[in-house]
């Protein structure tokens, strides 16, 4: 599934391409995904000019003079800039013409992901209820730690909770608490703020090295230009189970929290 740095990745992707077009048409192919398409899409976006793309959690935000586009690429969508001359294949579900000549392109296998529209995309209801940004200056130790006090939830789950952070999923979950030295399963409300400091410090930091190199390429997911991501060949501890430790080189360990795979090390981490 496309985390943040992916759902960055992208945006940075499409942006050149799209940012003060105008729309000229819509084809939508298969309107049941995850949610039905509103069958009122052309509508609202034909003649458009696209102002600007941003992201809010793994929300792709292509925001227009007349409202907001949201598509969330669920676990094997894509975004990618075409030519016309290309055609669509069964997994194509939606092309939106812009007036480069290029279409703009969303694909999903399993149909797992969505397309809204919104006149004011602020308060829909997949938005309203999200955490700080991990990467933005709302996000700090002080905000963590507060909100950690009294939670028996473990570490792992309560950052990768969308209603605390957003974004944080679970390969850079392992992959932050790793550099931070933190147990995955410690009780979120037993930590201290020194430990937070450092793990929100490595949060920040491991979520930008992924971005930068583009993202990690997962089962389905691939760039917007079609090109996988490379940050996977940088993990430490995920999908490296009973693999050496890269500072105590002691086996790392797999377990499930939450339903999802996680890696750590039992030296180093406490």
Not at 1 to 16: A, F, K, S
Not at 240 to 265: D, E, H, M, S, W
Request: positive net charge; hydrophobic residues 30%.
């Amino acid at each position: 599934m496309p985390e943040l740095p992916e759902v960055e990745t992208t945006c940075r992707g499409i942006r050149p391409h799209i940012e003060q077009t105008q729309i000229t048409n819509v084809t939508v192919r298969q309107p049941k995904l995850r949610w039905p398409i509103t069958p009122s899409l052309k509508k609202h976006l034909k003649n458009q000019t696209i102002t600007g793309v941003r992201r809010r959690a793994k929300y792709i935000l292509i925001d227009t003079s007349n409202g907001t586009l949201m598509v969330h690429l669920g676990m094997t969508g894509t975004l990618s800039i075409v030519s016309p001359s290309i055609p669509a294949s069964f997994h194509d579900h939606v092309d939106i013409a812009l007036s480069s000549g290029e279409l703009l392109r969303y694909r999903d296998p399993r149909r797992f992901g969505s397309i809204h529209w919104s006149k004011n995309i602020e308060c829909h209801a997949l938005i309203t209820h999200l955490g700080p940004e991990p990467l933005s200056t709302e996000f700090t130790p002080d905000t963590l730690y507060l909100k950690s006090r009294q939670r028996k939830t473990s570490v792992k789950q309560f950052i990768m909770d969308g209603k605390i952070v957003v974004g944080v999923g679970n390969i850079y979950a392992n992959e932050a608490l790793f550099k931070a030295g933190i147990h995955p399963k410690r009780q979120a409300g037993k930590i201290s703020l020194k430990r937070y400091e450092h793990l929100v410090e490595q949060i920040k930091t491991t979520l930008s090295e992924a971005i930068e190199a583009g993202g990690s390429t997962l089962n389905d997911f691939y760039n917007s230009d079609g090109k996988p991501g490379y940050f996977q060949f940088s993990h430490l501890v995920y999908d490296k189970a009973n693999k050496p430790c890269p500072v105590c080189k002691k086996p790392i360990t797999c377990t499930k929290l939450g339903q999802r795979a996680t890696y750590f090390c039992t030296v180093c981490q406490k």
